[in-house]
């Protein structure tokens, strides 16, 4: 497959203060190639990614585009040569409507000088039409769900006469059925001879979508090649550098019928979302969520944690009936939450490692309000240590942390703290296999050491290496629970399928 | 990653970092070269007593800012301290203070609770109080000007104007040195800091961490009041008169400033308390230089304008 270079990236070389993130990385991109690019987190997809978008400016190499050097400054700037990007947070309007995003910047004229709407909507319809999206271009943006607004992120970079379309991580909020509309829309791309250059986590879906796959590792070139010269073992070892090791259910048997109960929750209402469900947890046991989005999973979790009220229904901890009002009720009892958005819920991005880690430990560790350093230092070096956190000093801000290691920074939140429960939602979600099998690990070791964990995830394949017993979720109500080796994709599928009433039918209930 | 080298993004890293100092060198530098007679001890006791009320209010700005929110009621809650002790001085000078405090603490808990549990905007919350509080502030005293008289405890009150530590240290550095010392203490020791860049950091980080955000911005709040307070009790000391209608007119804008050009985000989170020092002693810099010079007031006020510009267009953080 020798067909003309497209993009050809040299040496690229970027840095940060005392960090190099990049350390001379090659990458080239051929006209119309669906192109993986993969790595750990913090092996520097994202900043090559802005080193090519005008959001960072590169310290060194050089950037080849359409057969010219380009040294782009801004984003506009690589618009206009081409190259546009689908962001995991869209950057769209969400108040504006679907025509109005299509055309933001770039609003078609009247001959008054007015804004020709008419061209815009019939110009929208036509854009996502080809793409086989057929939606009301007149409605605000936000009325559609995630599919369809990256839909119409696409159709603007495609109706800019874009030449290569980034994705970064475009499937992580899509369920199937919109991914293969995603992975439809792809392939029209490539048809019309626009290279992709497409960022995942999904094993599955770089073998699915891709030809080509380069591989990052720590800032530098790992490998490049076609996709079938490789396997997923192959891939994974690429990544991580040593010998893949297979994630795999390491408990078998279950042992908690007459364990202390921690914690139970009964008759839980709130709102739609949740409709009279009850759950117990055991002291030591991994109890996993399963269920759709939208079955009410994380709601639970919040009610228990004390983030929102429910309308009715009891917690019992530890034999008493408890009203926790807010986390910090919750936390004082043996409580720790990792929420699934990190951003918007987990890190106090611009504060250090060591503050992000120790901010619900401060009260214990100070006398009359004031903290003491030397405490504050032990415990963090101490879980730096022993979660591997890889970061250039303990006073980094947290932001430029990686995915995996601010996860693990979070975790070590609730872990000096001696937490009884861990809720975990989603904890691998965005994070790399060899980041990804290290949490996993340490959440049997934690359950070894007798502490409860809650675990969310829309996973299953998490959720069958790590739980005790699994409560299958619709609707917010209670389906099933499974237990041990009971938990498998199968099973829950099973369950949640046969839990709908009968007008829905089993398709729908797949795609909630 | 550990790797650490360092580069160009480094040095301009340390740049800005100091840039807040860097212009105040500047600003000495070109004294020393232009002004006449700059170098004396006058001067520099004069920058300090001067800038008494920038430097109290701009410390509680930057507590304030560094939430995320603003506070532009500190001119209003300062007239209001000074009517008050004024008011109350015919039982003793500390009454009158304890008085003043706890009227401006009102205002600042009022400020906080709707901030903080009503969620309310900052700025349309302390806009209102601006404006209230100034107007109590007038009523109190059917808008008229207290003078002083000279009776012995407007003495006593005009003492801590006037009065010089052995003889020479203006008492405006008591305060100045203690509210900053306190609120270094504040941000670099204790608990309340942490949460307050927390909770201007990400507040839904902050909740689900246990952080009680609602407490925290009602103290940042009545902080930011009750240091407000102290300086329009320290204004009125110095000039012996007590005006509703003008004391602490503006001196909100003057805090901010000093606070934008210490270097504080104003998207809150990032505390630079020795930078809103370096900014208020920079801009109070400004007014000497241009008197000194015997240039017309009101080119202060355009360099005042360039050097924020410059700052903060220094300090910039690029969004990615």
Redesign the interface.
Known sequence: MSREILLDMKGIVK??????ALKGVDFSVAKGEVHALMGEN?AGKSTLI?ALTG??QK?GGTITFDGKEINPRTVLEAQKEGISTIYQELNLVPFQTVYENMYLGREPRTSYGTVDRKAMIEGSLKTLGEMGIHVDVTKPLKEFGTAVQQMVAIGRAVSVNAKLVIMDEPTSSLDKKEVAVLFDVIRKLKEKNIAVIFISHRLDEIFEICERVTILK??ELSGSLGIEELDQLKLITYMIGKEAKQLERTKSGYNFDGAQELTSMKNIWQGVRLNGIGIDIKKGEVLGLAGLLGSGRTELAKVL?G?TTPDEGEIIWMGQNEKFK???DA??KGMG?C?EDRK????????SVK?NMT??L??QI?KM???S?KAQSDIVDNYIKRLKI???SPNQAIRNLSGGNQQKVLLA?WLCMNPKLVIMDEPTRGIDVGAKAEIEALIQELAGEGISVLMISSEIAELQRNCDRVVVMREGVKLKELIDDEINQDNIMEVIASGGNSEIGKEEVVHE | ?????A????RM?TLRKYSAAILLAAMLLLNLIITPNFFGVGTFWNIVTQSCTVILTGMGMTMVISTGGIDISVGAVMALAGIVSMKTLQFGLVPAIICAILACLCSGLIAGFMVGKLRVQPMVVTLALMIGVRGVAQVINDGKIFYMTSDALSAQYKFLGSHKLFGALPIQLVPILLSILVTYFIFE????G?HI??TG??P?????????TTVTLIIVYMTSAFLAAVAGIFAVAKIGASDGNSLGLLAELDAIAAVAVGGT?MSG??AKIFGTVIGALTMQLITITVNMNNITYEYAQVFKAIIIIVAVYIQREKT?
Request: hydrophobic residues 35%; positive net charge.
């Open positions: 840095t940060f203060p005392g960090v190099r913090g802005k959001i960072y310290d720590d800032g944690f983030a807010s986390p910090r936390i004082r939450f929420t918007v819920e987990g890190i106090i991005p611009h504060l503050e901010i619900a401060l009260p100070s309000g004031v903290v350093k890889k970061t250039p939140r | 990653m550990s790797n650490k080298t580069t160009r993004v480094d890293e020791k204790t608990i309340l942490r860049q927390a950091d990400n839904n980080s902050a909740t689900l961490a246990g952080i009680n985000s989170g990032r990615s």
